[in-house]
Nanobody
Framework: QLHLVESGGGSVQPGGSLRLSCEVS????????IGWFRQAPGKEREGISC???????YYADSVKGRFTISRDNNKSMVYLQMDSLKPQDTADYYC???????????????????WGKGTLVTVSS
């Protein structure tokens, strides 16, 4: 059983930055693709970035060029660096793991085997 715990959320002004962390435990991170997803109230959950076991990456158009996903298997950590934040980035952010889904499919279709409980990011003046 894989467990994921997000941290690093908070409030930031437009144009600011935050770095989200996802700590993975229970099983070795090295064997899983990891994705970052977000959901705002009344909105569908959106896959924003996913990273494969060999560090290929996918970014949704909404965050491309502003967000960067990375992983450190030795530390069992996955990160999402968020720059140039916009009010529309406000959402609950979730990390999730999957054992076999291609990362674009994982992100676009919101498919994962295990999910964290989320961390809130608020971008406002």
């Amino acid at each position: 059983q894989l467990h994921l715990v997000e941290s690093g959320g908070g409030s930031v002004q437009p144009g600011g930055s935050l770095r989200l962390s996802c700590e993975v435990s229970g099983l070795s991170l090295a064997y899983y693709a990891i994705g970052w997803f977000r959901q705002a109230p009344g909105k569908e959950r959106e896959g924003i970035s996913c990273i494969s076991t060999d560090e290929n990456t996918y970014y949704a158009d909404s965050v491309k060029g502003r967000f960067t996903i990375s992983r450190d298997n030795n530390k069992s950590m996955v990160y999402l660096q968020m720059d140039s934040l916009k009010p529309q980035d406000t959402a609950d952010y979730y990390c999730a793991a999957d054992s076999g889904t291609e990362i674009q499919t994982m992100c676009v279709n919101n498919w994962a085997d295990w999910w964290g409980k989320g961390t809130l990011v608020t971008v406002s003046s």
